[in-house]
């Protein structure tokens, strides 16, 4: 019964990863497929070619945003945007909710972003317990003496799933930068703490090193 039990772990260390890995990518593949769909109907690659061929989607999901980028990235391009976007701050509702995701897509994709830069432990839920943590902004500051200066925004995510979670405004002075891959820092906390973050010598040197500066 060891030897079975031993064969069958054994067994599902090579099949459970490499499943759930196809499953994602063909979850992501057919999800892309839906671009073509943007294609008149005689120029749909199934028609054209007698079958269906999976993956076909994701070159014109790629090529649509590069057109995209490109016309965007010039001066008509950013005429039409801006009055695309004007056109869209008028709406009441589509307003709040274009914004919103503009803004949070600048800051996650952009060249210079600092979203999701950073992996910080904060003492939550109580004095003395830590949480990993991503810090994701700087909270602007404001004149209003009850509201402390110099705090940070700090995402909290939930285990295992990281797309939810808490947002924390904590003081600067209150959080302790951890040298870590934001990458695996997700896969430590989506694996509920069994897979711990892999660190390389360099970043293992700077995560040892002292937080401020000696006297």
């Known amino acids: ?62 090529v649509l945003l590069i057109v995209t980028g490109a016309l965007a990235a010039n001066f008509v391009g950013r005429r039409f945007v801006a009055v695309w976007e004007s056109l869209l701050a008028r709406i009441p509702l589509i307003r709040s909710i274009y914004s919103g995701v503009k803004r949070m897509t600048e800051q996650v994709v952009s060249e210079d972003a600092r979203s999701f830069r950073k992996v910080v432990l904060v003492e939550f839920p109580r004095k003395g317990m830590w949480s990993v943590a991503f810090q994701t902004s700087d909270f602007p500051s404001t004149d209003d003496p009850r509201v402390p200066e110099d705090q940070v925004c700090v995402f909290l995510p939930t285990t295992p799933n990281p797309t939810n979670g808490f947002l924390f405004l904590v003081p600067k002075d209150e959080i302790v930068p951890i040298d870590l891959p934001v990458d695996e820092t997700l896969k430590f906390v989506m694996s509920l703490g069994v897979v711990p973050p892999v660190m390389t010598a360099g970043r293992r040197e700077s995560a040892l090193a002292p937080l401020h500066d000696p006297p």
């Open 1 to 62: 019964m060891k030897l079975l039990r031993r064969y069958l772990v054994a067994g599902l260390l090579v099949w459970l990863p490499l499943l759930v890995t196809v499953f994602i990518i063909k979850v992501l593949v057919d999800l892309m497929d839906r671009s073509l769909l943007l294609l008149p109907d005689a120029f749909q690659p199934d028609r054209l070619l007698g079958f269906h061929l999976p993956g076909l989607g994701i070159l014109l999901t790629l």
